[in-house]
């Protein structure tokens, strides 16, 4: 059993920036691939971010490119989203999810962390 935890949302201004944070437990961290996802009121859950068991590869939506960093310390068990220059469409509950099997298929679910910019 995988247990994913986020923290880090809030209430930020039009351009400020906020560091997510996605905390497992249960199973070895090192061993599998990890993603952040985002929904906003109304629409559907889309892809943010990847990165890969050690961390060395990356993919992003172009939406957050060159805005959004994805890292993992896996001596902490812990992945992050740094995102920069923060915009209202930003706005959405974000979610760390790992990726297990085969590419695209997510397992475990964290609950969530609000991430409200305004404007």
């Known amino acids: 059993q995988v247990r994913l935890v986020e923290s880090g949302g809030g209430l930020v201004q039009a351009g400020g920036s906020l560091r997510l944070s996605c905390a497992a437990s249960?199973?070895?961290?090192?061993?599998?691939?990890l993603a952040w996802f985002r929904q906003a009121p109304g629409k559907e859950r889309e892809f943010v971010a990847a990165?890969?068991?050690?961390?060395?590869?990356?993919h992003y939506a172009d939406s957050v490119k060159g805005r959004f960093t994805i890292s993992r310390d896996n001596a902490k068990n812990t992945m992050y989203l740094q995102m920069n220059s923060l915009k209202p469409e930003d706005t959405a509950v974000y979610y760390c999810?790992?990726?297990?099997?085969?590419?695209?298929?997510?397992?475990?679910w964290g609950q969530g962390t609000q991430v409200t910019v305004s404007s």
């Open positions: 999810a790992r990726e297990w099997v085969r590419p695209g298929n997510y397992d475990y």
């Open positions: 990165i890969s068991q050690s961390g060395g590869s990356t």
């Open positions: 249960g199973s070895t961290f090192s061993t599998y691939s």
